[in-house]
């Protein structure tokens, strides 16, 4: 299985959406792929959101596979994050479709 980047909204949302992000790279993750999960990372020093997504951005240029979560297109991260998916050629697609295929649409 490829390695796979979770995206998706935080900011704004309560407990930064850790809980969707988490139940979902649990359920991929049973499915057998590996899983770059932002939820999972340590604070960075500095805390800001720059630090932040130093950090996620690392994670998806290890991937193969960048996986969204619904309401990523309000955020400005994940759209960072799909932008540089889409430059780098990575391929692009909705965490549910993969949770289930049945479901397989356009990728973002």
């Known amino acids: 299985m490829p390695r796979l980047y979770l995206a998706g909204p935080m900011t704004g949302i309560a ?10 790279a649990e359920q991929l993750r049973a499915k057998g792929f590996v899983v770059e999960n ?3 990372n340590q604070a960075p020093a500095c805390g800001t959101w720059a630090g932040y997504m130093r950090l ?4 998806v240029l290890a ?3 960048v996986a969204f ?4 297109e309000g955020s400005r991260g994940a759209r960072l994050e799909h932008q540089v998916a889409t ?3 990575l ?8 949770l289930n295929p049945s479901l397989l649409k356009d990728a973002p």
């Open 15 to 24: 407990d930064y959406n850790y809980p969707l992000f988490n139940a979902t």
């Open 56 to 59: 996620a951005l690392r994670q």
């Open 38 to 40: 932002p939820a999972e």
């Open 63 to 65: 991937c193969e596979v």
């Open 91 to 98: 391929k692009i697609c909705l965490a549910a479709d993969l």
């Open 69 to 72: 979560l619904p309401g990523w």
């Open 87 to 89: 430059e780098l050629g």
